[in-house]
């Protein structure tokens, strides 16, 4: 029996030493840590050609804020929900702060109205870099309605 599996076990680790690596990043590269769900960054941002698309909603099911330990501090908007389907698009438009310090930030998205497409809940988290913000305090509004407040 062993005589049997010896070649074949030798010929699977042959092939495992055999597949592509993934590269690791230079140590001086950001690391992408997003979940697999998540959407590239620059995949949520509003897009020219979205002018040719309808826009449409997405259903916000929570957020969070979250303050990173730098100087100055930096602020991440984390935020998950679904899409209508899988053919829509998310979109993520941030406003910078207006003289009352209110941020306010659109949570849509689009989609071509002439796709064909599954009837399925898509599901999508991403993680929204806010920035940082000089010394005060702010007002987060997320479609329309007050989310938080912070202090930067």
């Known amino acids: 029996m062993l005589r049997k599996t010896l070649p074949v ?7 495992a030493a055999c597949a592509p690596q993934a590269a690791s990043p230079a140590p001086d590269q950001p690391t992408n840590n997003e979940t697999p769900t998540s959407p590239d960054a620059v995949d949520y941002l509003p897009q020219p050609a979205d002018s040719a698309l309808t826009r449409d909603g997405a259903s916000l099911d929570s ?3 979250l303050t990173l330990e730098s100087y100055p ?4 908007l984390t935020l998950t929900g679904s899409l209508p389907t899988p ?3 998310l979109r993520v438009a941030v406003s910078p702060p207006n003289a009352g ?13 002439n796709a064909v497409c599954a009837q399925v809940i898509q599901p999508f988290e ?3 870099p806010l920035g940082s913000f ?4 702010y007002f987060l509004h997320i479609n329309g309605n007050q989310a938080t407040e912070f202090d930067a």
Do not use: M
């Open 9 to 15: 076990l030798l010929l699977l680790a042959l092939l």
């Open 63 to 65: 957020y969070q804020l």
């Open 73 to 76: 501090l930096q602020f991440n």
């Open 87 to 89: 053919c829509h698009q």
């Open 101 to 113: 310090n209110k941020i306010a930030v659109e949570v849509y998205s689009v989609v071509d109205p």
């Open 126 to 128: 991403v993680s929204v």
């Open 134 to 137: 000089p010394s005060g305090h």
